[in-house]
């Protein structure tokens, strides 16, 4: 009986790390951004913003975006790829279809595989139209290299724009006011919807697309929308909406169920102009039943989500008098400042239990989840 409390106790040690400390996703050696970053707080207590009404309803209108899409599926999305320090490096230079962003980028060469995947190649692997996102992760560096509008060469890449993110760094920031891979200036792959998340719990915001953007952002954004974009109703890059808390679950189950409450914990943030409520995710053979529960059968309509509060200023590129929305000017705590992040999260080690893998390659670390599984069957043989 003694072995069975050692045993009792070590699971409910295992069980409470597993299931109560919200940590971010660990890949390798690498948390997707420490635990304190702006991808991974919860904001499901944050105030609304003043003007949140007024840009939901120009989202509703204007912008004729009233659903929620899940913009991937078994054969679209945004794959990535996972690289080691040993990968080889590749040669990157600028200026697809007259695009040329190297002002704005890191530059190359980048640790990229030269058959890696890029965005809308699933049947073709060179893309000749859309984005083309190419997403490479050093899994033991920690280091994210991510580009738009990647075209193949011969020994190696030409893109538009290119951004090399630093993992293990809170809230790593690029030079003010600069694009990334993404028009928002953000990274991609910290919110893009995975299957081996969605079939376990989301513990970070997503990714999302408007059809328009203001000549504005707010941190995490750092970039602005376009110069014509001086309407206030339109949202900042880098704005967080959430779903709201009333927002009825019955209809959903299993991954659909884990992407809803990510939506109400976590929220989403604003991180390209693009179709209309649009939420990015990678390729996985299992997507098929949670596109048929959120894109087809139960709906999410525009209005069940509310803009949260930002605490960081919003840095507008033309001068405005202080807008106003249903008679407020501002916001009714002005100072206010999130709560402290979870510090009950361990730091992430190497990869060597365990994993778990989609068509992309994915591989996250389920160590301690499989031993908490362990435990209980093994508690209720005895029990």
Not at 77 to 104: C, H, M, R, W
Not at 218 to 247: C, I, M, Q, V
């Amino acid at each position: 009986m003694a072995g069975l409390f050692i045993l009792s106790l070590f699971c409910v040690i295992i069980s409470f790390h597993t299931f109560v400390s919200a940590c971010p996703p660990i890949y390798g050696n690498c948390f997707v951004f420490p635990p304190d970053d702006e991808w991974n707080k919860e904001i499901a207590d944050w105030p609304v913003d003043y003007m949140s009404d007024c840009i939901l309803q120009n989202i509703q209108n204007k912008m004729n975006s009233s659903y929620v899409h899940l913009d991937f599926a078994p054969d679209s999305g945004i794959p990535y790829v996972f690289v080691k320090n040993s990968q080889s490096l590749a040669t990157i230079t600028y200026g697809t279809d007259g695009n040329d962003y190297s002002d704005e980028s890191d530059p190359g060469p980048f640790p990229i595989p030269l058959n890696a995947p890029i965005e809308g190649g699933f049947y073709d692997p060179n893309p000749t139209s859309g984005d083309r996102h190419l997403l490479s992760f050093n899994t033991e560096n920690c280091e994210l290299f991510e580009m738009w509008y990647t075209v193949r060469t011969s020994g190696g890449f030409e893109c538009a724009s290119s951004a090399l993110w630093h993992l293990n760094e809170t809230n790593n920031k690029r030079p003010a006011g600069y694009t990334s891979a993404d028009a928002g200036g953000l990274p991609i792959f910290p919110g893009l919807v995975k299957f081996a998340e969605a079939n376990t719990s989301i513990e970070h915001a997503v990714r999302f697309t408007l059809p328009a953007a203001q000549y504005a952002y707010t941190y995490p954004g750092n970039h602005f929308g376009p110069k014509t974009n001086t309407d206030p109703t339109l949202p900042p890059y880098g704005s967080r909406f959430r779903l709201k808390a009333n927002f009825p679950e019955d209809n959903y189950s299993g991954p659909s169920l884990v992407i809803i409450k990510a939506l109400k914990k976590y929220g989403m943030i604003f991180a390209d102009q693009g179709t209309g409520i649009f939420i990015s995710g990678s390729p996985d053979p299992n997507w098929e039943n949670v596109i048929d529960q959120i894109n087809q059968k139960h709906k999410i309509q525009g209005t069940w989500f509310e803009m949260v509060q930002s605490p960081y200023p919003l840095v507008r590129g033309y001068t405005i008098a202080t807008p106003t929305c249903n008679g407020k000017s501002q916001n009714s705590n002005p100072n206010w400042q999130p709560q402290p992040y979870n510090e009950n999260c361990v730091g992430p080690t190497p990869t060597s239990g365990s994993t778990t893998s989609n068509s992309s390659g994915e591989k996250n670390t389920i160590t301690h989840s499989v031993l908490a599984m362990i435990c209980i069957f093994v508690i209720a043989l005895f029990f």
